[in-house]
């Protein structure tokens, strides 16, 4: 089964029941059908070795499951999904359909999961147990908890309101993706937000339901400090006054797009990735040489002062892999369905398991999991100070409770981080911590389902949090406070009213404004890096750009 008319038929035959599987986990329509389609498109790229799988299929469906979670479709994804919750979105459904989901909508996300693979899917109990990587007496238990009827009406439903696009259609995504694939570009700073569209079932409520009870009472407006050592930050240096951008060199052996993840403290190191090609390390703006991290499609998150790095792969069977990157050697982290997202430079990891928050203490050891507060499923641990303190979210299963934005301690304990005093009653639908330098955390939060994003700096030395204005995505800040500011335009904000532009003039520049951001900003302020758009051919890619400034 290798030729073009077997995948054409292998499309066909699989594409419905792969947007029925992708959409039981996001609960949107659209979305799902466009993950359904990447998965499709990456297995048309390796189909010479995809077709030789025993089960395809099962291949198609874990890659599936994984754009749901990986790194660069966070933003894109999850984002707009956060931000356009509307009725409109889904099929209308009965309401019987709603009291099955309802029945259901206290679940664990893996629970639910089960369920749609097993009844939806028809997949055997054992079969299940494979793809979640759990016992099969484990998934036998989560099914007793749901209703069997449930995945087969959802099923029924989707299948009735979608169809295949044209396989030509694919078939082109699939080779404009060799040449690059688009990327995400603020997928840093919001890699928990994804769980949140995983996290249920979103359909239309019932008269006569009643929403779930919040996760938690709403947070003290009036926080105290962080009971934690915090190292004094350096000297302030001066503001810069202007900054210069220039392109960074792609490796020999590169393509045309280049995407920043992430730089050092000093902003010597800078780390990103191009489709179809591999790891990219800047050293001082000069490009290395291409890095081939184990697994397919890496994302490379984090990486410290001495130039070790930390990222995110997919292997042959779709499942998630952590890894560390030191002296130009790959290794993987331990853990099931790992993911690194930071590290600092004592080389301790943070990131997930399976959904939970977890530590590295070094690059050999076993994750350790991360308490969350009483009640809550799952969550993510997104940044580490040099201190070792850890900031994330937690939340529960039914996307109706509020995300909660935390912060461990050393001793494994851990505190909320609030919004400000003036939006603490109602609380925030989401408030979420992204990233940590000595005293200060950036994150953001959602006053309500469907509202727009505010930015939030907190200062954990003081208790302040405050709001930036203007501003959606706070991707970096500086052992001072400094934040580099993604929106419309790019800047270094010193404070909520007081930034200094980034100009985003070069070569090939393209006024389309869909991914730029600034993705690292170094504790002396003179080192910016992100990204900006190119032209490229009728279209447009991402170009990886430094900005000095003085």
């Known amino acids: 089964m290798t030729s073009r008319a077997d995948f054409d038929g292998f499309y066909q035959a699989h594409f419905g029941d792969t947007v029925a599987m992708t959409y039981g986990f996001t609960a949107d329509l659209a979305e799902s059908q466009d993950i359904a389609q990447e998965a499709f498109a990456r297995a048309w790229q390796r189909w010479k070795v995809v077709s030789t799988y025993e089960n395809p299929v099962s291949w198609v469906r874990r890659v599936a499951t994984n754009l749901a979670h990986s790194r660069w479709r966070r933003l894109k994804v999850a984002s707009a999904y956060l931000l356009r919750q509307r009725t409109d979105d889904l099929p209308d459904l009965s309401p019987n359909h709603v009291d099955l989901v309802a029945a259901l909508r206290n679940l664990p996300v893996a629970h639910r999961k089960a369920i749609v693979l097993h009844y939806l899917l028809d997949l055997p109990v054992a079969e299940v147990a494979e793809e979640l ?57 919001i890699v928990a937000v994804v769980a949140l569209a995983l996290a249920g079932i979103r359909l239309a409520r019932a008269d006569g339901l009643e929403p779930l009870p919040p996760a938690s009472p709403s947070p003290s407006p009036s926080p105290n400090p962080v009971p934690t050592r915090l190292s004094p930050p350096g000297r302030a240096p001066a503001v810069p006054t202007n900054c210069v951008v220039q392109r960074l060199p792609i490796p020999a052996g590169g393509g045309v797009a280049s995407y920043l993840s992430a730089g050092d403290p000093t902003g010597r190191y800078l780390l990103g990735n191009a489709p ?7 050293d001082n703006g000069k490009a290395g040489p291409v890095l081939t991290a184990p697994g397919q499609d890496a994302t490379p998150t984090d990486v410290n002062s001495a130039g070790v790095a930390v990222g995110i792969s997919n292997l042959s069977s779709g499942r998630s892999v952590a890894w560390i990157l030191r002296d130009g050697k790959f290794a993987q982290l331990r853990g099931a369905g790992a ?8 080389g301790t990891i943070v990131g997930t398991t399976n959904n939970e928050p977890v530590v590295w203490r070094n690059a050999d050891s076993e994750p350790e999991p991360l308490k969350l507060p009483a009640g809550e499923s799952f969550g993510r641990a997104t940044g580490i100070s040099e201190e070792g303190l850890i900031v994330g979210y937690a939340m529960r299963a039914s996307q109706d409770a509020p995300t909660r934005a935390l912060v461990w ?16 009653n109602p609380a925030p639908f989401q408030v979420m911590a992204g990233t940590i330098r000595g005293e200060w955390v950036a994150g953001r939060m959602l006053t309500q389902r469907g509202s727009d994003p505010v930015g939030l700096r907190w200062n954990l030395r003081t208790g302040k949090v405050e709001t930036i204005p203007g501003v959606l995505f706070i991707l970096a800040i500086n052992e001072h406070g400094w934040m580099g500011a993604s929106e419309n335009t790019l800047e270094i ?8 532009p980034l100009a985003i003039d070069i070569k090939d520049g393209s006024k389309d404004p869909a991914y730029p951001s600034v993705q690292v900003l170094s504790d002396d302020g003179r080192t910016v890096a992100g990204e900006l758009t190119i032209k490229y051919g009728d279209g447009t890619e991402q170009a990886a750009v430094l900005w000095r400034c003085n």
């Open 409 to 424: 301690m050393t001793d494994g304990s851990f505190l909320e981080l609030p919004p400000p005093a003036e939006y603490a």
């Open 493 to 500: 904000r010193l404070s909520p009213d007081h930034a200094v």
């Open 339 to 346: 993911e690194a997202l930071a590290i600092n430079e004592n």
């Open 276 to 282: 179809e090609s591999g790891i990219y390390l800047w």
């Open 133 to 189: 990587d759990v016992p099969s007496g484990t998934v036998k238990a989560w099914l007793h908890r749901g209703r069997a009827s449930l995945s087969a009406e959802l099923g029924d439903e989707v299948r009735r309101n979608i169809s295949p696009p044209p396989v030509e259609e694919l078939r082109e995504r699939a080779q404009k993706q060799q040449r690059a694939r688009r990327a995400a570009a603020a997928a840093t700073a």
